[in-house]
């Protein structure tokens, strides 16, 4: 138990407290020095940090506008269970989109036969907004006709029959669909129109499953339990594509942070190194005066972390309105303040100031008062 009084005790704090400041103001030169060069890690590594949290949801956002990245197909062409899409949905838990597909052969007036399709328009709508759709159904007996369909079917925008297995639809042309894909040969229904119709059930569900690769894989995993009898696959392209677009995004920012706060850490510890040899005579007399190398090297320790903490804060200021200059100039968005990067940020700006202040520490243990006091 301390028997030291509280007062003695507040009075060495005060002191310490002291030291500090005036040792800042008396080489103010070098402390600026030393704190601009940790601004400055803190700045890029806010921006770098900044840019790389908001693009890489951004893009993931993106890459969502192109459609499923998992898809549920029922095995051997037959239709999946009744309650396959609250089991996906379940499973999803809000992490994604599931939409169901239906699809059947009919047959125009012609005799030609067309791909039919019957979703829900409204879900299809988010989870395939990259679509150019002229305009959307929304009433009974209304129709989306892909492009090549629209000039089989209703060259003229006029309404047109179907027919499957005996069993015939009148239908208007709501809007067409442009994809440069199969669906632009496909009549699209709504689902519910669709099964009165045809009485054919759902036989897929296309997913867009949101997070990361290893989050994606882990949903995938888990509606394959959830509807056991349906194959569920990745969709390659779309999976591999922002895998690789988002390592790519990731290995430069990170690379750039890097080396830049490793020049930084450098610059550092270039100033801290002079600082220290600039007051070596300082710490001779605290030495001849009984201090001991403990709270030296803790007095010195405290001076570096307070740049480093300092620098820290002014380095996330500045870091946030460059990362907001790089959004909009590079990548015409707005980059909204990840406030998550700000103890990253403050913890390493004052580990890189230890850091570089460890071979300062070093040579001021080394320091002999006789020798420093006479002038040698």
Known sequence: MSTTPPTRRSGKHGMF???LLRASLV??????????AVVVAAAVATAMLNLYVDVQAKLRTEFRKYGANIVVVAKHGQPLPADALPRVQTALAGRGIAVPFAYVVASTNDGSPIVVAGTDMQTVRRLDSWWAVSAWPN???????????AAAVSPQGQPFDLSFQGQPIHLKAAGTLITGAAEDSRVYLPLQDFTAWTGVQPSTIEIAANGSAAQVTAILQQVTAAVPGAEVRPVRQIMEAEGRVLGKTRSTLLAAAALIILTAALCVLATLTAWVLDRRRDFAIMKALGASERLISGFFAVEAASIGALGALLGYGIGLGAAA????????????PRLSVLPSVFLGSIMVALLSAALPMALLRRVQPATILRGE
Do not use: D, K, T, V
């Open 325 to 336: 200059w790089i959004g909009r100039a590079n990548f015409q968005a707005s980059i909204s």
């Open 17 to 19: 407290l002291r030291m």
């Open 139 to 149: 009433a009974a007996g209304e129709a989306l006709l892909g492009s090549r369909a």
């Open 27 to 36: 080489r103010r030169g070098r402390a600026l020095s030393a704190l601009l």
